[in-house]
Nanobody, 114 residues
Framework: VQLQASGGGSVQAGGSLRLSCTVT????????MGWHRQAPGKQRELVAA???????RYADSVKGRSIISRDNAQNTVNLQMNNLKPEDTVVYYC?????????WGQGTLVTVSS
């Protein structure tokens, strides 16, 4: 199982970014997909997740500013982040649950300047 993330970058506060992640695996085995983020010296925390059936959940810190979506046919998960704040500046990791095992992609850095 491989995950390839893209879409990080630099943006000014109030701007938007779209993170994408493609999973290389047998699509029938892919269950939940999502995004976490991790600041230096802190634990990795959930940003958003989506089940195979489309049920979503969000961290309170991004609720109302972010939308997670997935394309089961393409094995992709996307995270649209709007109204970005400087505190959103961290490395974001996509992840997926394949047959009850958790896999992670490489991180992608999001930098929000004030």
């Amino acid at each position: 199982v491989q995950l390839q993330a893209s879409g990080g970058g630099s943006v000014q506060a109030g701007g938007s970014l779209r993170l994408s992640c493609t999973v290389t695996a047998n699509r029938l085995g892919i269950n939940s997909m999502g995004w976490h983020r991790q600041a230096p010296g802190k634990q990795r925390e959930l940003v958003a997740a989506i089940t195979r059936g489309g049920v979503t959940r969000y961290a309170d810190s991004v609720k109302g500013r972010s939308i997670i979506s997935r394309d089961n046919a393409q094995n992709t998960v996307n995270l649209q982040m709007n109204n970005l704040k400087p505190e959103d500046t961290v490395v974001y990791y996509c992840n997926t649950d394949v047959l009850a095992r958790l896999f992670w992609g490489q991180g992608t850095l999001v930098t929000v300047s004030s």
